[in-house]
């Protein structure tokens, strides 16, 4: 092993490689080649991006276990991609409550949904809260976001609702009108009971569904369905392309994470809370009728309220949900 | 001025493309995972010319991808697709020379740490600290995985 006084094996070995270095192929015709698989990955890139930011909106909505996990233990993963979430850094237990505001142009909060992950983890429930609800200050829900910004359409919420937050999340609408361009549309269905059919939804299509404004003829408590329907068959429809199991496609998951998604507040323990959902049940929470106010705001859960808040605070939505089947959304 | 993509290629390109051959003993294999590594560096190119050496950052990419079969299509393109030809034995000479490299053959039954390890230190010269650098271990496993392989080539070769 002396430097010194080489043993025959490692010049042997230097030998080989010399003799070998003529294999090496021309640099030229490689270099072409990477240049197009480099516009290929681009292109990949591009869609994936894009359906990371759409899975991650959906990982506070929707079971995306795989994505969920990747993102929590963040790039480059070193451990199996469906190992268990154990070792992350602090287990979270009891109920959590996160707000989603989902905007379209990053000033108005076009979505504000609650969403409740009680403590035994069997479901997660979105309370979707009127865009035109009337909040303090004479001021609508909806520009709480552009007034003072996530942190403080949190506190609005808070103070109606005296839910204590452990993190808000704000999804850009542009990301998901990319995605569901990216997956070539979703299937929106109604359901038997509202005559049933099916219709091929696009990009186009995204902001007025999910700004709950989609199919409202009957109540706006429709258009919430539709919205929740819509995410749910996106997520379906990324899922069934790959999208959540492809290692070299949830690579880029960070980055798009970072662009399409911002989380303020505590969002390991969030992460972590929707791995440990990952099979979870998503239960619709929405009001059947809409009161409006004479200044054209929005009586938020009008009678309901309090008992509804109360439920969320103690962590006792079931009972609740089973006490006013109107409000689920199905 | 940080060093463009384009600029690393030009002058990178050769060496990495010896060292991918020198790793994979197969020219088609090492030209797979110089494709599949650029294409890579180029998606995070900011974080590659950020670094103290892009050059280093790079090959070790290249290593971990190597090494590392699990991760990424380089798996399912080329692990998948058939065992990489054994070595091209050139046609003139043969005989001579397939008894000359029987140590080259030898070598693709090595673990894949260790034959790394080897060219990193026979082929690319590297000190072991940067041998280290570049698996991603401590210098005490590089010393005693490249005196394993030596073990096991010399063993071969005394027994054939």
Request: hydrophobic share 40%; net charge neutral.
């Amino acid at each position: 092993m002396s430097p010194i006084d080489p043993s025959p094996i490692e010049e042997e070995l230097r030998a080989a490689f010399a003799r070998h270095e003529a294999e090496t192929p021309a640099a030229g015709p490689l270099r072409a080649k990477i240049d197009i698989a480099w516009v290929r990955a681009k292109r990949r890139r591009r869609a994936r991006r894009t359906a990371g930011v759409a899975a991650a909106l959906l990982v506070a909505t929707l079971p995306v276990p795989v994505l969920v996990e990747r993102w929590q233990h963040s790039a480059p993963v070193t451990s199996d991609l469906l190992g268990t979430t154990s070792n992350s850094l602090h287990t979270v237990a009891g109920p959590v409550d996160v707000l989603l505001l989902g905007s379209d142009d990053r000033t108005a909060a076009d979505t504000v949904t609650m969403v409740h992950v009680p403590a035994d983890r069997s479901r997660a429930y979105l309370v979707s809260l009127p865009g035109d609800g009337a909040v303090r200050d004479a001021a609508r829900l909806s520009t709480t976001l552009s007034t003072g910004g996530p942190k403080h359409t949190e506190r609005v919420v808070s103070d109606l609702t005296g839910v204590d937050f452990t993190a808000t999340v704000t999804v850009d609408f542009r990301a998901v009108r990319a995605v569901t361009e990216a997956v070539g549309g979703v299937q929106l269905c109604r359901p038997q009971s509202a005559g049933s059919g099916c219709r091929q939804v696009g990009p186009d299509d995204v902001t007025t569904i999910l700004r709950g404004r989609y199919g409202t003829k009957n109540s706006r408590n429709d258009g919430d369905r539709n919205a929740h329907r819509f995410l749910r068959s996106l997520a379906a429809k990324l899922v069934a392309d790959g999208a959540a199991t492809d290692p070299l496609r949830l690579d880029r998951f960070l980055d798009a994470a970072g662009s399409g998604i911002t989380i303020d507040g505590d969002a390991q323990a969030l992460l972590q809370v929707a791995g440990s959902t990952r099979s979870a049940e998503v239960v619709g929470i929405s009001a059947p009728s809409s009161h409006t106010l004479g200044d054209g705001r929005e009586q938020i859960y009008p009678g309901v309220g309090p008992g509804l808040y109360e439920a969320i605070r103690s962590d006792r939505l079931a009972e609740w949900v089973r006490a006013h089947p109107a409000y689920v959304l199905t | 001025m940080a060093v463009t993509y384009e600029e690393f290629a030009d002058s990178r390109l050769d060496a990495l493309l010896r060292y991918a051959v020198m790793l994979t003993g197969d020219p088609h294999t090492a030209q797979d995972l110089v494709q599949e590594t650029m294409v890579r560096v180029q998606l995070s190119w900011r974080r590659v010319a950020a670094s103290d050496s892009p050059d280093g950052y790079v090959r070790k990419i290249l290593t971990n991808q190597f090494i590392d079969l699990r991760r990424g299509s380089w798996l399912r393109r080329v692990l998948l697709r058939a065992e990489p030809d054994p070595i091209a034995a050139p046609s003139d000479h043969a005989q001579e020379s397939a008894e000359r490299d029987r140590i080259w053959g030898m070598l693709s039954r090595l673990p894949r740490r260790q034959r790394a390890a080897l060219v990193l230190r026979y082929y690319e010269d590297l000190p072991d600290q940067e041998i280290a650098d570049v698996l991603g271990c401590a210098v005490g496993t590089v010393r005693s995985s490249i005196s394993r392989a030596l073990a096991t080539l010399r063993a071969e070769l005394v027994e054939a």
